[in-house]
């Protein structure tokens, strides 16, 4: 199971950071990701994490904004969020079990965490 946390609300410019907790599996020999969904929009994909390569990727959105890290000691992986904008607001889940060529799309992920919102608002 995957239980995402941290969201809240910040304003324009301020950080949040998200945590996604992982029970039940290691997160050693999956990929993680991170997706996102805004009022009246599709879910899409922030960023994701290759355990197994250390590798990690990002939507042009978010990229040199934010980082996803990761520790196997917690069975935890986080999203990092700076310079936070309106446009970030959304629901913000995280997501598991897809290999690393597909780890930008949604529908290779096998495990879903409930969503954590995110509000970017002055």
């Known amino acids: 199971q995957l239980q995402a946390s941290g969201g809240g609300l910040v304003q324009p410019g301020g950080s949040l950071r998200l945590s996604c907790g992982i029970s039940g599996r290691t997160i050693s020999s999956t990929t993680m990701g991170w997706f996102r969904q805004a009022p009246g929009k599709e879910r899409r994909f922030v960023a994701s994490?290759?355990?197994?390569?250390?590798?990690?990727a990002y939507s042009d959105s978010v990229k040199d904004r934010f980082t996803i890290s990761g520790d196997n000691a917690k069975n935890t992986v986080n999203l990092q969020m700076n310079s936070l904008k309106p446009e970030d607001t959304a629901v913000y889940y995280c997501a598991a079990g897809a290999d690393w060529r597909n780890s930008k799309r949604l529908g290779q992920y096998k495990y879903w965490g409930e969503g954590t919102l995110v509000t970017v608002s002055s």
């Open positions: 994490i290759s355990w197994i390569d250390h590798l990690t």
